[in-house]
């Protein structure tokens, strides 16, 4: 089992920058994978970035150039997102998967919110 905590959400202006961070309660060498996800009003959750471990990060196209998910230590990546627009208005989840059985955890969510 894995535990995510989120921090970093909060209200920022157009074109403005935040950056999110998540702890990881076990090792992300030890992990298959450790990301961001959103999801906005009315709409499906959909991939931020995902960093698979030993392997490259992916991006979601409407974030390349804008955002960068980074590791800070064995157990927190970062978010950084900047020149953020309205359309990034969403609740930002992490999200692991684990190598043993592939399952997928989440955690609780943080709101993003870009406005004038």
């Known amino acids: 089992q894995v535990q995510l905590v989120e921090s970093g959400g909060g209200l920022v202006r157009p074109g403005g920058s935040l950056r999110l961070s998540c702890a990881a309660s076990?090792?992300?060498?030890?992990?298959?994978?450790l990301g961001w996800y959103r999801q906005a009003p009315g709409k499906e959750r959909e991939l931020v970035a995902r960093?698979?471990?030993?392997?490259?990060t992916i991006y979601a196209d409407f974030v390349k150039g804008r955002f960068t998910l980074s590791r800070e230590n064995a157990n927190t990546v970062l978010l950084q997102m900047n020149s953020l627009k309205p359309d990034d208005t969403a609740i930002y989840y992490c999200?692991?998967?684990?190598?043993?059985?592939?399952?997928?955890?989440w955690g609780q969510g943080t709101q993003v919110t870009v406005s004038s």
């Open positions: 960093r698979i471990t030993h392997e490259d």
């Open positions: 076990r090792s992300i060498f030890n992990l298959y994978s």
């Open positions: 999200h692991a998967r684990v190598r043993e059985n592939m399952e997928d955890y």
